[in-house]
């Protein structure tokens, strides 16, 4: 069985991160997207917000995808990675920006665990400029956010804002 683990903090899931999962979903026999919890990062929405969102966007936008499930991964992939049998991690790539950080975590993974391979995935060019920070910041200022997140998402960040 062909498994990869798409990686991320997904705070929250974009239209960006979907792409890559439909794409993938396509492509794999089953795509495991993972998400950090308990990392240092400060995160907008809590760990179970993360995941429930990400659960509930894939039910609206890609309702099909049988092949997809999301885990909450604490600590190192690589240990998830072996203890799952993955040995595919799937990146998106938007920008050259991306890439410096985006090779060195694959470098270092694979120094970790040398079967894992990252496969990077380009992003839509809809999405090139997308990700959840700016996602985050829109919504903090009340701005409607039409074509970057699924509608469950953006109810989710007015409520957060205390817009709703
Ligand atoms: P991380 O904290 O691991 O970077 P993110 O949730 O920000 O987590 O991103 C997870 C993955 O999704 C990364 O590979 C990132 O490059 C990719 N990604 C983020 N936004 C987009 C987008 N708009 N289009 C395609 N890929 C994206």
Request: a negative charge; aromatic letters at 8%.
């Amino acid at each position: 069985m062909k498994r990869a683990l798409y990686p991320g903090t997904f705070d929250p899931i974009t239209n960006g991160h979907l792409d890559i999962i439909d794409r993938s979903a396509r492509i794999f026999d089953e795509v495991i997207v993972t998400v950090a919890v308990n990392s240092s990062k400060q995160t907008l929405f809590t760990d179970e917000e993360r995941v429930d969102l990400i659960e509930q966007s894939i039910r609206e936008v890609l309702p099909d995808s049988s092949n997809i499930r999301v885990e909450k991964v604490e600590g190192l992939l690589v240990d998830f990675a072996r203890k799952v049998g993955a040995v595919t991690v799937l990146r998106g790539l938007r920008t050259l920006g991306d890439f410096e950080y985006e090779m060195q975590m694959a470098l270092m993974n694979r120094r970790l665990y040398g079967e894992l391979s990252t496969f990077f995935v380009a992003a839509d060019e809809r999405y090139i400029h997308l990700n959840s920070s700016i996602v985050r910041e829109l919504a903090r200022y009340g701005a409607t956010l039409p074509d970057l997140v699924p509608d469950c998402v953006a109810r989710a960040l007015r409520e957060k804002m205390g817009r709703d």
